[in-house]
């Protein structure tokens, strides 16, 4: 339609349309969906939520109908959706070759689902998004163990994810020390918030602009040349977001806000730093404290080092295009002279970027078997 300044008066809409409700796509002989109402989420939003997964049966599931699988959770990129369990397990990918294999080891493989009220809901407890982690690991989790036979015991549940699966897989590990028995997390999002990107939102007065007034780059390539600075990434997100602000935008930095921050008195993610100007507001930052996974480590060790034994494993790249080596860096400082001892690994790829592991898919799974092991 035509909007003239110089005409006044009511603009009439008639909706005619409406979108088709949700259908969650179709089972195969291998490949399973799963939609379940979530009474902890639901409660929490005054509205229906849904959790949603995609799994993957073992390669002689059908065939062996006695037997029970450990479960593997594994966590895409930012937004990854569940349905992408499709693309996984096309001719040409790895997981394919890898999963049907004679030689490798049989796992349930539960895909968890990235989409949340303002974006991946990076499946932690949260001010703004709700009880996704007790929700994982007290519904959906033992729903889909209990329906496609999973052994059901904390021994048999293994975590990997990469980027934002990263961190989601490290946190949930941390936060449910318990429940699972181990995590394989490639370049993690930050996990010390002292190098949030090359941001430290504890210290630094600005998110756009550095001490000496210098822009704050949040993107390089593998030679470090800049290729995006902190102000045009969220000034593309502002212009996305409700209200000209990035923390309704449903992109990383609003999802980010959304996932850490406290509520606000409008109902909405209080916000880190202005979305015009850069300016951090270190009240919220102190709020972000409880989701700086170093801190919470370094915070609790007495208590979580022994249920931690030997359950992180973390690769990331040096030449990261998200700086997410920093931050990895940070984390290895604390856990290198962690006592007691970690008994993990934090490995380091000289000149590897984002995305980089120091492990096949085999050789994770053989080290996750080995782990799952009773």
């Not at 399973?32 to 009474?39: G, M, P, T, Y």
């Not at 502002?238 to 935008?249: D, F, H």
Request: net charge negative; glycine share 10%.
């Amino acid at each position: 339609m035509s909007l003239d300044a110089t005409h006044s008066g009511p603009v009439q809409l008639e909706l005619d349309q409406r979108l088709p409700p949700e259908e969650v796509p179709l089972d195969t002989d291998q490949i399973k969906f799963v939609k379940l109402r979530s009474k902890l989420l639901s409660e929490f939003h005054h509205r229906p939520i849904y959790l949603r997964a995609g799994i993957v049966l073992p390669r002689d599931y059908q065939r062996d109908t006695t037997r029970r699988y450990p479960l593997w959770v594994r966590i895409g990129g930012f937004g990854s959706r569940y349905t992408s369990v499709r693309r996984l397990l096309t001719e040409q990918k790895e997981l394919r070759q890898t999963w049907l294999a004679d030689d490798s080891p049989r796992f349930l493989m539960l895909q968890l689902d990235g989409a949340g009220p303002y974006g991946d809901p990076y499946y932690v407890n949260s001010a703004n998004n709700g009880p996704y982690g007790d929700a994982l690991v007290q519904e959906l989790i033992p729903y889909v163990e209990d329906k496609f036979r999973g052994i059901g015991v904390p021994r048999s549940r293994v975590l990997s994810g990469v980027s934002t699966g990263g961190w989601v897989s490290l946190a949930l590990q941390i936060f449910y020390p318990d429940f699972f028995n181990g995590t394989w997390s490639s370049c993690p999002d930050p996990v010390d918030f002292r190098s949030f990107e090359l941001l430290n939102i504890y210290r630094d007065a600005n998110a756009y602009a550095e001490l000496q007034g210098s822009e704050r780059p949040s993107e390089r390539d593998l030679k470090g040349n800049i290729i995006l600075t902190m102000r045009r990434e969220v000034g593309m997100e502002n212009l996305l977001g409700r209200g000209n602000s990035y923390t309704l935008s449903g992109q990383q930095w609003g999802a980010w806000n959304a996932v850490y921050s406290p509520r606000g008195a409008d109902g909405l993610p209080a916000s880190l730093w202005d979305p015009q100007t850069g300016a951090v507001n270190h009240e919220v930052a102190e709020q972000w404290k409880q989701y700086d996974l170093r801190l919470v480590l370094e915070k609790d060790w007495k208590t979580l080092g022994p249920k931690l034994r030997g359950k992180i494993h973390i690769a990331s790249g040096e030449a990261d295009q998200y700086f997410l080596n920093n931050a990895a860096h940070l984390l290895d400082e604390f856990l290198s002279h962690a006592d007691p001892p970690f008994e993990g690994a934090i490995t380091f790829g000289p000149g590897k970027g984002h995305g980089w592991s120091n492990l096949s898919l085999k050789a994770m799974l053989q080290e996750m078997a080995a782990a799952a092991q009773p």
